[in-house]
């Protein structure tokens, strides 16, 4: 396993100083935009706890229709969000579910 410092390691792996900053700079981007995430998930959930807090196209979306594969099984559906309607994979859906009372 290679034990070196993760700086060495980065410092060595890019051939100019340009390449360097670059990556660096991407790194910095990249990490920022990690945190912004993952504050706005935080914020998500302690605003609904229990919801699912990732955005998508099938998010709060109604399904119309349904299109069957080959073997008869729904494979795909037919969803219509608030800008458009979409058909889309039924791998790609989530199922949300009203709480019973």
Same mark, same amino acid.
């Given at each position: 396993?290679? $034990?070196?410092?993760p700086?060495? @390691? =980065?410092? /060595?792996?890019?051939? *100019?100083?340009?390449? %360097?900053?670059? !990556?660096?700079?991407?790194?910095? &981007?990249?990490k #920022? @935009?990690? %945190? %912004?995430? #993952?504050q /706005? @998930?935080k914020?998500?959930? &302690? !605003?609904?706890?229990g919801?699912?807090?990732?955005? #998508? +196209?099938?998010h709060g !979306? /109604?399904?119309? *229709?349904?299109?069957?594969? !080959? &073997? #008869?099984?729904?494979?795909?559906v %037919?969803?219509?969000?608030?800008?458009?309607?979409?058909?889309? +994979?039924v791998?790609?859906?989530? =199922? =949300? =579910? $009203?709480?019973?009372?």
């Amino acid at each position: 396993m290679d $034990e070196r410092n993760p700086i060495s @390691r =980065l410092v /060595e792996h890019y051939s *100019s100083w340009d390449r %360097l900053k670059r !990556a660096v700079a991407w790194l910095l &981007k990249l990490k #920022g @935009r990690l %945190l %912004l995430v #993952g504050q /706005e @998930r935080k914020s998500l959930m &302690k !605003a609904n706890p229990g919801s699912n807090p990732t955005p #998508g +196209p099938t998010h709060g !979306a /109604e399904c119309l *229709s349904t299109f069957p594969g !080959a &073997k #008869g099984l729904i494979r795909s559906v %037919l969803v219509k969000t608030k800008s458009s309607t979409l058909q889309r +994979p039924v791998d790609k859906l989530c =199922l =949300l =579910l $009203e709480a019973a009372d």
